[in-house]
Structure formats: structure tokens, C-alpha cells
């Protein structure tokens, strides 16, 4: 398989959260592929956190696509220039108020590769201690869950994890957590 040549590309949308561009490519076999529309975001990094008690740390809070409340992983953006384990303690910090000893890379994702080509990051991270309240910026309202493994795992089992990419996640740290 060959790479997809790009012959022209221009943005039709540049936001802090909505970028869409528009590529004019030449495939392999010669054919002109005049509009393929592809989304620009940027890294992300998803936590499963556990706390030095072995709670599961999640987040509820709504999600204005789906229009419902939902209960997740905490995650959040790497910022430019951010090392992606260095985000997701940030990230951990300000939405939760914990910090972890440990921080451990456990899977790589993108959410979309077909129109998309920013890297979901997961972490698994251990030994976490309350050491703040939450500093959470003005368009986030995130109420902490501390929950016990298994009730992680019925959640996600009974498909009441809705975000894709924190499904997968999770899969990949149970894995991680216990190999069996």
C-alpha cells in the first residue's frame, strides 16, 4: 500500500475546537480525489487512575453532542508542546485535585483515522492522593466518582461507558491491571 499523495489543501474552518480542512489528493491507482474533508484536533490523553486505596477515579459531567450526563474517564488535551504523560497529570490535577506516584503508557488510539489524525493517549496511574480541590476551567462542571474496580467493569460491560475511546481504554487497563 501507498500513502495518498496531497495535491492541495486548504481550511475551510480554523477554531480552538472546530478545524476542518479540505484535501485535494491523488491516490495510487491515479484516480483524483477532489474533497476529502478531514478534522484537526489535537492529542488527547485518557486516565485510568486509581487511588492508593485501588479506587477507580471518574468524572460525570454532560456532554453537550450527546446531550447527556455520562460518566467517564478523566481526560483532556495536550497542550502544544506538552509531553502527553506530563498532560495527563496535569489533566488528573486540575479536574480531580489527585496526583499519582506512578504513570504508565497503556495504549495509543486515534478516534477516527478515516478523517482524523490526532493520537488518543491512555495511561494507567497508580498511588493517587487527594492534594487539591478541583480547578476547573469555566466551561467545565466535573463531579469526581471514587468507584470500586468491579463496578468500572459492570459499567462498561453493561455499556454505560459512552465515550468509544474510554471503552477501549478501560479494556486495555483491565488487561493491564489484571492479565489473566
Not at 484536533?41 to 446531550?67: C, E, I
Not at 488535551?77 to 497503556?106: M, S
Not at 493520537?119 to 468507584?147: A, F, H, N, P, R
Not at 453493561?158 to 481504554?169: F, V
Amino acid at each position: 500500500m501507498e500513502n495518498w499523495k496531497i495535491l492541495d489543501s486548504k481550511y475551510i474552518i480554523q477554531q480552538p475546537w472546530a478545524t476542518l480542512r479540505v484535501d485535494r489528493l491523488l491516490m495510487p491507482n491515479g484516480h483524483v480525489k477532489d474533497e476529502y474533508y478531514v478534522l484537526e484536533y489535537p492529542s488527547w490523553v485518557n486516565m485510568v487512575a486509581l487511588t492508593d486505596q485501588g479506587q477507580m477515579v471518574m468524572v460525570k459531567q454532560y456532554r453537550h453532542g450527546a446531550q447527556q450526563v455520562m460518566v467517564e474517564l478523566p481526560a483532556g488535551v495536550v497542550e502544544e508542546e506538552e509531553d502527553a504523560a506530563e498532560a495527563a497529570r496535569r489533566e488528573l490535577l486540575e479536574e480531580t485535585g489527585y496526583a499519582f506516584d506512578d504513570c504508565k503508557l497503556i495504549c495509543q488510539l486515534y478516534a477516527n483515522p478515516a478523517t482524523s489524525g490526532n493520537l488518543t493517549y491512555t495511561y494507567l496511574l497508580t498511588g493517587g492522593k487527594k492534594i487539591q480541590e478541583q480547578q476547573l476551567d469555566d466551561s467545565e462542571d466535573i463531579e469526581v466518582l471514587l468507584m470500586d474496580i468491579d463496578a468500572v467493569k459492570t459499567l462498561l460491560f453493561e455499556n454505560k461507558i459512552g465515550q468509544s475511546l474510554h471503552a477501549a481504554a478501560l479494556f486495555y487497563a483491565f488487561n493491564a491491571i489484571d492479565p489473566r
